[in-house]
């Protein structure tokens, strides 16, 4: 019997003899791997694998009402770090609806530059997503001619005055 190649490890290992078109050696994290693959394929592939898959979760949820609630209690660094990464999320989904903003594409003609500070900062050139804070600095010419109040600013009979 001819020796393969692990897809997952790259080691050599001997097809069983029941299963002559293996392609995964029999190491416990190689076989996790496959599983996995195997499982991920029919959540796409299978419209009643991937419904049995949401009932059976739905199922255990039902029984296991105040799981997630023990859960946060008994391990609060972890809840504090979902709490984290869910702030991410929530930002991340923001500039997703920013970016789709067609208003956005005004503020193409205000003469700005963009300075991005902080690590990970040499990995943004193909990032379009990237974490970042954005400060806006008014020019100093905007300082000295300050643009009147509206009427909604100022109160009845009130001055308004400026200093640069």
Do not use: I
Request: contains cysteine; positive net charge; charged residues 25%.
């Amino acid at each position: 019997m001819e020796e393969r190649r692990c897809r997952y490890c790259q080691q050599a290992f001997q097809p069983s003899k029941c299963r002559p078109g293996q392609m995964v050696c029999s190491a416990p994290p190689c076989q996790r791997q496959r599983c996995r693959a195997d499982h991920r394929h029919r959540l796409t592939a299978d419209p009643e694998y991937r419904q049995v898959c949401c009932d059976s979760r739905r199922k255990w949820r039902a029984g296991h009402r105040d799981y997630w609630k023990r859960r946060r209690q008994s391990h609060p660094e972890v809840a504090e770090r979902n709490r984290q990464q869910q702030r991410l999320r929530d930002q991340k989904r923001r500039l997703r609806r920013f970016a789709n903003n067609n208003l956005v594409f005004d503020l193409k003609c205000v003469p700005a530059g963009v300075w991005l500070v902080g690590a990970g900062v040499e990995h943004l050139a193909n990032n379009n997503l990237a974490p970042a804070q954005v400060v806006v600095f008014q020019s100093r010419a905007a300082w000295l001619d300050p643009p009147a109040p509206s009427c909604q600013q100022q109160r009845s009979g009130a001055v308004a005055a400026f200093a640069p």
